[in-house]
């Protein structure tokens, strides 16, 4: 049985020439075949499930390739010249959906926000309203659109009838009906939805936050304004740059939300991204719904990278 | 064990992903089309054996094909069907890339219009010309399953897409229910006003149902027949006199449609009616059995919208021959499909189905007991103009030009809203 001390001798023992020369030429890397087994389940399903349809999603976009046929033409850049500049169908969904994306950003950061500052303290009706807050994250998006969907209906549907009910008639609306609304009420639907879930995000962000600060604060005589600028904003600032960045993927996204609460296919005002690349597929011109997805690709990871940077929002000292 | 350098298994790795780029790069299509694109294969011949699946989106009447799946097997001892159920709207979209393959159906049915363009490209459907089955059915209802000289399917529903009349509620109100002209429609529409009802419940708010409408008020007034495929074509506009004649008519409507219609769904339209609270629902026939079921016990009639404006009207109303059965050329159990399909159009069989679905058939000498189909049989005799939006075979021009009428309703005036459909048709040309 070799000593520690034994060991440490050999290590320090001086090598001999041949034995250096031998280990420069044999990489120090060099490790059992077998370990490379363990990745390659995962590289294969990436390649099968990953890499593959994308490259091939890069491929149909430079066709005129309808979905089925044999025959197809290579068409270069041609697809996405199309959705610019002679397609407004797809320009339509583009502008909705950056109003969407707008919209649900600001209400849902702010709303999920102020939810995490009034639920934070762990006391018996917090918790109880913090589950029903969210309670509509666990359901699935099909089950919230059609719920909605009957909200806003305008003759049977609960909003107009909660108004009927107490003397507002004059305030029902046609809700999706309405196509300078429609849009609106589905980021309305698409907040109530996801707010539940950023404010768990918020919660455990302000939770992480010493009581000592405040209470300093609080000697220094700084109002809850002040405190909330001072101390909590830096705080939660690293939370708030995830929420914004989860929110505006899943607005870019919206797609079983809005197919489900507005129908298929969804009506113009409603026509997002996603439910047009649907629509296209659909209409079996699949090199140009792979364009359209390609320019889908690159506009979320253009906004996803552009609010890392504009959004660098870390807590003071770091 | 022999060792590798990390160099070397970056080499086999990056082996992998060459070859899943190169597999990426086939050619799009190259290793589809079952069949071959190239046109019908013959019906096949032998035994009528095997697991055949039997692809449709109608799940509402899946109980009724279980009862004929049973009677078909009782026949063919070494047969089984199973049904594969999508709804419409995934149907519509993704039908083809289920079948092609053959995965799914082996006897399947297709929406008349665009999917059945594409099938047939595709090559997917047999020639059934010389089957037991197209024997059975009405020469002149065949059409819409032909491609040529070829019949790929068999149209076996025949549904009328116009306005379902609630018979109790005209009569309270004294309401005409074959107005000659669009004078005359108005009239009636402002009679069943004045009893207190909402004239017409129009899902304006599902733009496959609430296109339906777009049927009646196109059919006298385009100036030829194919006039949806002429405005795809760009040979017609929506531009046109005779198209916003027809948008000035949807406008004409729009004091007689519930409130808020454009945002009304399906389901809820559905409900004013059997209600009782409409006295007209303008979808179609194909909503029969769904207004039974929510629990409409009168009387129920079709009114044709005449948008004729000096009682000359061409069409008195408007049919679709739809749900088109075909057999895949790709199916390994070719000879029960088309057995399958043989049953389902034998009178007895497709008598069956249409009683207890609540839908008339193209199939000859059907004897239908059901109330509500003898009481619309006459209108298998009437003259009646093929459903046209289903010419149209590009969906976006489809959609575009049918919301031109729903902007209409919601106080577009018919000009822009003309102008706005042309738009995209021509984008689309």
Known sequence: ?318 | MNQISRRQAMAVLGALGLGATAAACAGPGGSTAPGGATGPVAPATGDITGKVSFAHWRGEDKAVFDELIKRFVAKNSGVEVVQDISTSNDYNAQGLQKVRGAAIGDAFATFRGAQFKNFGEAGIYTELKNSKAVGNYQKGLLTAGQSGDSQLGLPYQVVFPMPMANTELFDKAGAELAPKDWDAFLAMCEKLASSGVTPISWPGGDVGNGGQLFNCMIANNAPVDDMCAQIEQGKLKCTDDWFIRMLNQYKDLAPFLQSNATGTAVEPAQNLFSQGKAAMLATGSYHLAAVRNLGAKFPIELVFPNTSTDGNAKYEGVYNATFILGVNSASKHQAAAAAWIDFLSEPENAGYYANQTAQHVSVKDVDYTNADLKRLSPWLDKKTALAARFQFLNLDVRNAVEASATAVISGTSPEQAAEAAQKIVDERL
């Open chain 1, 1 to 318: 049985m070799s000593t520690h001390t034994g060991m440490a001798a050999k290590r320090k023992a001086p090598e001999s020439s041949a034995e250096a020369a031998t280990k420069k030429r044999r990489s120090p890397t060099r490790v059992n075949p077998a370990l490379y087994l363990f990745p390659l389940p995962a590289v294969a399903v990436i390649a099968f499930f990953l890499v593959m349809p994308t490259l091939q999603a890069f491929q149909y976009a430079v066709t005129d390739w309808n979905g089925f046929s044999a025959a197809f033409n290579y068409v270069g850049v041609d697809n996405f010249i199309r959705a610019f500049t002679k397609d407004s169908l797809f320009t339509n969904a583009l502008t909705n959906n950056l109003k969407f994306v707008l919209l649900v950003v600001i209400a849902q950061t702010a709303f999920s926000l102020l939810l995490g500052l009034l639920l934070t303290k762990n006391s018996r009706g917090s918790i109880l309203l913090r589950a029903l807050f969210f309670f509509p994250t666990i359901l699935s998006s099909v089950s919230v659109a059609f719920i909605w969907k009957f909200i806003y209906d305008p003759n049977f549907g609960l909003a107009n009838s909660a108004l009927g009910a107490v003397g507002l008639g004059g305030l029902q609306g046609p809700y999706l009906g309405d196509n300078n609304q429609a849009l609106y009420w589905v980021a309305v639907t698409q907040v109530w939805f996801h707010a539940g879930q950023m404010m768990v995000v918020y919660i455990a962000g302000l939770q992480s936050i010493p009581r000592e600060l405040y209470e300093a604060a609080e000697m220094d005589g700084a109002n809850k304004w002040q405190q909330f600028k001072s101390i909590t904003w830096p705080f939660v600032a690293p939370a708030t740059s995830i929420v914004v960045a989860y929110t505006t993927v899943q607005s870019f996204k919206a797609f079983d939300l809005i197919l489900g609460i507005a129908g298929n296919p969804p009506k113009s005002s409603l026509d997002i991204l996603s439910t047009r690349i649907y629509s296209t597929f659909a209409n079996s011109e699949f090199g140009y719904a792979a364009a359209q997805s390609i320019i889908f690709m690159a506009m979320i990871a253009l906004v996803t990278w552009l609010q890392r940077r504009l959004l660098r929002l870390t807590p003071k000292g770091e």
